[in-house]
């Protein structure tokens, strides 16, 4: 079983799926999920709307909890770590944009990111250290990260071609070290008590 806490872009379902997991998934609102029930018509997980900082989700309720493209737009970032392993029991995987990658470059960048893409809007920064320290003081150890893409993700938008951003960013990191320049990040941190 895994738990999305604020999974309502349904980027897990499919890896989940394939795993052969149960998938819940915790959002803010109803609404949160229209486009994962757009998308998948047949998931069978739970939908939780809840709140994403203190849930009422029970303590180590979760042996997975994942958190996707959340950490960047909440306040309490450090609140909603917390909460992401006190809900879980062995294995918390984030995902955030690094503040050491082209993203240090962002507010610059971000009129024409807004013309490209619509509907886009501000977000935090944050360092590999910063949020392995949070989780260190909450009883977790990173185990596993991946650093996602050297491009700014504008770029690849503009783009518009999976084959010709697989180039480039193959090409990126032959020069750049995707695991420490790559943005967002995916860290994985397991329970120090199990």
Not at 42 to 50: E, M, R, T, W
Not at 70 to 91: F, G, M, V
Not at 118 to 134: A, D, K, P
Not at 173 to 189: A, E, M, T
């Amino acid at each position: 079983r895994a738990l999305d806490v604020g999974g309502g872009h349904a980027q897990n379902v499919e890896v989940t799926e394939k795993l052969g997991m149960k998938l819940d998934v915790l959002g803010s609102d109803d609404a949160c999920f229209d486009y994962l029930r757009s998308k998948y018509p047949n998931f069978n997980g739970a939908l939780i709307v809840g709140n994403l900082v203190q849930s009422e989700l029970k303590d180590s309720s979760y042996p997975i909890v994942m958190s996707y493209r959340i950490l960047a737009h909440i306040n309490d970032w450090k609140a909603h770590i917390s909460e992401l392993c006190r809900i879980s029991s062995q294995t918390v995987i984030l995902e955030f944009p690094n503040v050491n990658s082209v993203n240090r470059i962002a507010d610059a960048l971000f009129g024409l990111k807004k013309k490209i893409e619509g509907n886009t809007r501000t977000y935090q920064l944050f360092s590999r250290n910063q949020i392995v320290e949070e989780f260190k003081e909450n009883g977790f150890s990173l185990v596993g990260d991946e650093g996602q893409y050297i491009a700014p993700m504008v770029v690849h938008r503009a783009l518009k071609s999976a084959a010709i951003s697989k180039v480039l960013e193959r090409l990126l990191s032959l020069i750049l070290p995707q695991k420490y320049l790559g943005s967002p990040l995916i860290l994985k941190f397991e329970n120090l008590g199990n």
